[in-house]
């Protein structure tokens, strides 16, 4: 009866670990260095975005260089809904993606899949 | 080429780019091609940024022609930094790219040695060497540097240049898929080579084993040791994607498929593994059991899953590796009058070429020379080949059928339809369709929740179950990881979309993106352009009636004289309709028009009139009989000329915009799909009925003025329509913006893409019920797949979890599991496959 109560509350600390650590914890972000009139961040692609938020300011253009270092075919493609932006990220090749948020806000990129993601945060100013 | 101040010529040269000027100290100047520029602030922006780097003398930028002329000092700016500087505005300069394979590169230092020779050499803007590949991808501006001193570049620097391993992205794409798909398929035979025969040891009594090794021996327990062993492999290279690809997933607080098969695998190896090390830890002797064969077999069957997928997700996307590789390679150039093929790269706009039969046109332009019939159907999806001469468009990539001819180029490297057509369908391929929100929400809870349940199942079997009950806690768990399939829900629709984008682009049907694949084929009203859409948005001569003593080809002839040198459509439109009867025109004296009446002229000594009544009234001419010949004629939306020969009525010319041969036909197509058919035009009501009646349409919008269109649109969706609207693209943008997807049917080079959601390639009206076709299979195929996913994950997750146990006993071996979340994955991507089959109706006939 013990073991049992046991397991069952390890189980329970367990669900809530694994909701809070997926769902409800909070990501910090990276900002993006200007460089010019150009805001630019440089992604690693390898099992997810590496830095996954990315934050920038609003109105001025962003350069963002995916590099893709993984074979899997799940990754080959970044999309950014929003921007009606899609590229092809060949294994070990820098691709930019530029793009100008024009309104402060959240704006998500994606793998085609929707597995990987990462924000691109656009503040005001 | 010397500088020369007072050289107005010299200065001209150089401002065009055509041979740059580097000599040190004497300023140079170039021409850059700049993309992106929308308006005149983005212009102004692009010419201070240039103004205000040292070294630049004068910058000035074209907002039309979409370039800035440079003059600089060589000594302190160079090309590439200029480039840099337009960048840095966020514009993108017109350049060529070239990827070339270097061979001898044995070091890291290596790579920036040869990008340092390359980026150093004049009118290189970036290259970049890419060791894995052996390869640099080279930007530069074509009109200063050509691919031979690129080349140079590299060999002064000690490397010799080869052809580059693959050459296009999505060919080194293929290549890197038919490695891991190799290296899939090895994993996938060690998996199952020690799977079948460590499944068989897992249950000795079938095997007739049963005797030897009875539960609870030491022998048992020494068999069970070597089973460990063996599937240690499995797990650990068989299965190492999993784990690299669970803990890549971890760090970024997602979890994926792999994250669920790497604890599913690894839960059941290492149960295994404390029951043959420490068997004593367990109360009761029948815990201590083993689940090898789960981790071996479950990896093999979910390896030769990847591995399917991706054998079945390569021809996903044959469309766009078809359209890549139509284009041309080389081009035949005529420079300084001699003929040399360069590498099509290295074509520059104005360069002459020429096109012998048989031959592909390399890139897009205007024929100067010579005719022939070209087959465009790669580009445009119309089979019959086009002729062509003088003064007509060729696009580049299509084949030369029968004479040669020369062209001048007008569009090179990026800017060709080609281009621009791959350009947008892999846009288009990649973009998401609405459909797929709910998806996106899904599969972001999804694979943690299957967890949350895996864990829960776990609970509920431990606590509640029937003895053993840490085993079948332990089964239920591993089941429910390894059956839950995030990849189906999430292949579902793009797989689809790729398919049905790159059909689209066969067929000469451009789509913009998913929303607009989506939105067709909801479409339930849709509204024609009369003039260009419907009809062929030029008059041309239909009708002669004769009613005096000439024949009708006297009538046509001395009307067509009259007409000669007339720029009027009207006019032009007669002169044209004898030229096709073979008339050989006559010469007119004494030409006078008379605004808002016609024209009187004086051919072969008689003198003619040609116009409308009021002119006739006004010479009085008695029109009698024929007037209401004219009536009959304006009733079917011609515009009827009366002709008058020395003061007396000799007959009636008519001219009408002509519809287009196949319009009604596809006009009956649209009906067919159950689409209402609206026609709107500026017309008025009379002559906007009459076509109306010709091709079938019920739905007539007459007399609306070009700004007001949209609004008619407007009122269409106030009746709860989806409305398309089909036009030309250019007069219609409006109303193209406003309907719920626009088409613009495209003519020559210049596609209006930008402008509409679907674009019909030079197409004609049919296209228009081909492309809603299309997306009404490929809206089925990702419902299908959607449906397949839900059903499947919605199903199996319960019964792996063990909801039919207690009604019916049932429970699912991980094994079982295991086989079918590799199927389902595999089975979505085949469906989607099955679209490549999917051919518009008039050809299927």
Redesign the interface.
Known sequence: MIT?II??AV??V??VL??W???F?R?KGEAAAV????QEAYIIV?????P?VIIVKAGK?VRLIFERRE????S??V?F?DF?????L?????VAV?I?PERPGEYEF?C??????GRLVAEAG | MEYDEDDDEGILMKVRGVEPVCEMGVPGSVRLSIAGMTCWRCALRVEE?LNNMDGVESAVVNLSSAEAFVTYDTRKVSVSELA??I????F?VGTSCLTMGIKGMRCASCVSKIEDALNSTPGVVDA?V?P??ESA?VEYLPGLVDADTVEQAVVGAGYAVGRPSAEE??D??QA??Q??HATLMKKFWLSIIIGVPVMALSYPDYIGLGELLPRGSTALRIVWGFMGLLTLPVLLWAGN?FF??A???F???????HTLIAIGISSAWIYSTVAVLFPWIFPRAELADVFYDVTAIVTALVVLGMALE?RA?SRTNEAIKKLMSLQARTARVIRDGKEEDIPVEEVVVGDIILVRPGEKVPVDGVVTEGSSAVDESMVTGESIPVEKSTGDEVIGATINKTGSFKFRASKVGKDTMLSQIIRMV??A????API?RV??RV???FV?TV??IG??A??AW??FGPEPQLIYAVVVFVSVLIIAC??AL??AT?TSLMVGVGKGAENGILIK?GDALETAHKLNAIVLDKTGTITVGRPSLTDVVVSGGVTENDLLLYAASVERGSEHPLGEAIVEGARQRGLALLKADNFKAIPGHGVEAVVAGRRLLLGNIKLMRAEGVATGGAKAGAERLADEGKTPMYVAIDGSLAGLIAVADTVKEDSASAIRALKGLGLEVVMITGDNERTAQAIAREVGIDRVMAEVVPEDKAHQVRLLQLEGKKVGMVGDGINDAPALAQADVGMAIGTGTDVAMEASDITLVKGSLSKVATAIELSRATMRNIKENLFGAFVYNGLGIPVAAGLLYPFSGMLLSPIIAGAAMAFSSVTVVTNANRLRMWKPREVRG
């Open positions: 049992k397991v069952d189980g329970l367990l669900i694994i909701a650590y997926f769902w914890s990501k460089s010019g009139g150009v390898k099992g997810g975005y590496t996954d253009p074979a899997s075919p799940c080959e493609r999309v809904k009606n932006v899609s590229r092809l060949p294994e070990g090749e820098k530029e100008t994606a085609q899949m929707g597995m990987f993601r | 940024a840099g500087a960048r840095k505005e966020g993108d970049v890419n894995a590949s991808r992205p999505e080194r794409e890197a898929r490695r891991e994607q690299i690809g803990w890549n997933a760090r970024h607080r997602s979890a994926d498929m991706l997700r892999q846009d391929q990649g973009s998401k797929q998806v996106d599969a972001g809870y943690p967890i949350i864990i829960l776990f609970m431990f606590t995030p990849c999430g292949l793009p993106s």
